[in-house]
T-cell receptor, first 110, second 113 residues
Framework: QKEVEQNSGPLSVPEGAIASLNCTYSDRGSQSFFWYRQYSGKSPELIMSIYSNGDKEDGRFTAQLNKASQYVSLLIRDSQPSDSATYLC??????????FGQGTELSVKP | DVKVTQSSRYLVKRTGEKVFLECVQDMDHENMFWYRQDPGLGLRLIYFSYDVKMKEKGDIPEGYSVSREKKERFSLILESASTNQTSMYLCATFRGGLYNEQFFGPGTRLTVL
């Protein structure tokens, strides 16, 4: 089992819709979780960090963490074509290294 | 805001050349990292440093070395570039605290011919 798993997509949503990106992880000891956005040919940009169970909102983005189910999600409200990118879910493993899922490609259609 | 800069966005080198990639951060962070990112392989950690003159090997250190003479600057060195080192190289810095976040520089797309 991979340490962090994401659906690779592509996930396609119409402009204005809610995009839902999901991530599961295997290590129950993981504490902090991250969502990075990566445009094609660019570097990953940190958009959300979450530590506690529940929801964390920042503008159009909401991160949700459920440690009992070992599940992290990112919701993007009012999706825009500029949100089209690959979204990476990450956490630290027991060795203290930042590890990522394979990324979910999101396409927002005008 | 955390600012991480890398010396070049695009670089083309020939096999056997010695290549220097430089990374600078302006936040006085102690920990810095070098990754490479390849399609299908994701991000892989090459080296990291948790203080000046300190370095630790990551998952794929072979063919690379690093230098950290000043806190703000972390250099990745390819001693003798090879075609399998063609990749996107990403530097990151670490902000401790509740989340322990890493912030990436813009990346250097290196092509070795």
């Amino acid at each position: 089992q991979k340490e962090v798993e994401q659906n690779s997509g592509p996930l396609s949503v119409p402009e204005g819709a809610i995009a839902s990106l999901n991530c599961t992880y295997s290590d129950r000891g993981s504490q902090s979780f991250f969502w990075y956005r990566q445009y094609s040919g660019k570097s990953p940009e940190l958009i959300m960090s979450i530590y506690s169970n529940g929801d964390k909102e920042d503008g159009r983005f909401t991160a949700q963490l459920n440690k009992a189910s070992q599940y992290v999600s990112l919701l993007i409200r009012d999706s825009q074509p500029s949100d089209s990118a690959t979204y990476l879910c990450g956490t630290y493993n027991q060795g203290g290294k930042l590890i990522f899922g394979q990324g979910t490609e999101l396409s927002v259609k005008p | 805001d955390v600012k991480v800069t890398q010396s070049s966005r695009y670089l083309v080198k020939r096999t056997g050349e010695k290549v220097f990639l430089e990374c600078v951060q302006d936040m006085d962070h102690e920990n810095m990292f070098w990754y490479r990112q390849d399609p299908g392989l994701g991000l892989r950690l090459i080296y990291f440093s948790y203080d000046v003159k300190m370095k630790e090997k990551g998952d794929i250190p072979e063919g690379y070395s690093v230098s950290r003479e000043k806190k703000e600057r972390f250099s990745l060195i390819l001693e003798s570039a090879s075609t399998n080192q063609t990749s996107m190289y990403l530097c990151a810095t670490f902000r401790g605290g509740l989340y322990n976040e890493q912030f990436f520089g813009p990346g250097t797309r290196l092509t070795v011919l």
